[in-house]
């Protein structure tokens, strides 16, 4: 698949799928890109904010990056656990090729693709990645969670009732569980409270907020937290990275 964008809208050119395939490939594109989002109205919501107003202003139309799997984003969201961002994508590079399934024909750097719950359940993931045994147990029971309920990553009532959902699964708190309601099931009112990111791009001469502040701070923002979310880590992304 091939994804391009220009003159304001997406193209997608995609290879090896069948015309009565293309229907289902068309709807997680459209959750994956957040295509049926009104900008317009989650705009007006945040630029209410006068510290959201020059980011929503500076990045118009941003949209929420959705789930092209959610098992997949899921174990992301558990790699990402108290690392950089650069520190995830690496983690998740090596469970890839330590448990994927490889491409009969790899293309370009595509060379497996994710492993599925089956793969994880027993693997020894904290080994292969060399990081903290409990998190590699988190993905673990995340599997065999996904495994025992095919409706893991359905549609949530809630958010609150999303994020019992998955902190009932063991080692899986409060920011991950948000983070994937925010990815994978695309609860707009989402929001990784204590995020480091979040509370980087807020801080002012006094320094950062505290989660408790933060979480204040956001009732201004809802019903679009998880937006709101997306311009800070935007936000702070470019002051890091001077882009």
Not at 104 to 131: C, I, Q, W
Not at 195 to 203: E, F, I, K
Request: hydrophobic content about 55%; overall charge negative.
């Amino acid at each position: 698949m091939t994804v391009e964008s220009g003159d304001g809208c997406l193209q997608a050119t995609l290879r090896g799928v069948g015309t009565g395939d293309a229907p289902a490939v068309s709807a997680r594109l459209c959750r994956l890109f957040d295509c049926d989002a009104d900008p317009a109205a989650i705009a007006v919501c945040l630029a209410r904010d006068p510290v959201l107003a020059p980011l929503v202003a500076a990045r118009p139309g941003l949209r929420l990056p959705g789930a092209w799997d959610p098992f997949e984003t899921g174990c992301r969201a558990i790699l990402g656990q108290q690392v950089s961002v650069a520190a995830a994508i690496g983690l998740a590079g090596t469970l890839v090729a330590a448990f994927g399934t490889p491409l009969p024909e790899p293309f370009g750097g595509l060379t497996h693709v994710f492993p599925a719950p089956a793969d994880l359940v027993e693997a020894d993931v904290a080994l292969a990645l060399n990081m903290p045994r409990v998190r590699g147990a988190a993905i673990r029971a995340l599997a065999a969670a996904a495994l025992a309920d095919r409706d893991l990553f359905a549609p949530a009532e809630s958010l609150e009732a999303a994020v019992l959902r998955f902190t009932a699964i063991r080692g899986i708190g409060p920011w991950t569980a948000q983070y994937i309601a925010m990815r994978a099931l695309k609860l707009p009112d989402a929001l990784p409270v204590g995020d480091v990111g979040l509370l980087r791009a807020l801080a002012t001469a006094t320094g950062r907020p505290s989660a408790a502040e933060l979480l204040a701070l956001a009732e201004a923002w809802r019903p679009f937290r998880a937006y709101a979310a997306q311009h800070l880590w935007a936000a702070d992304e470019a002051a890091v990275t001077g882009r």
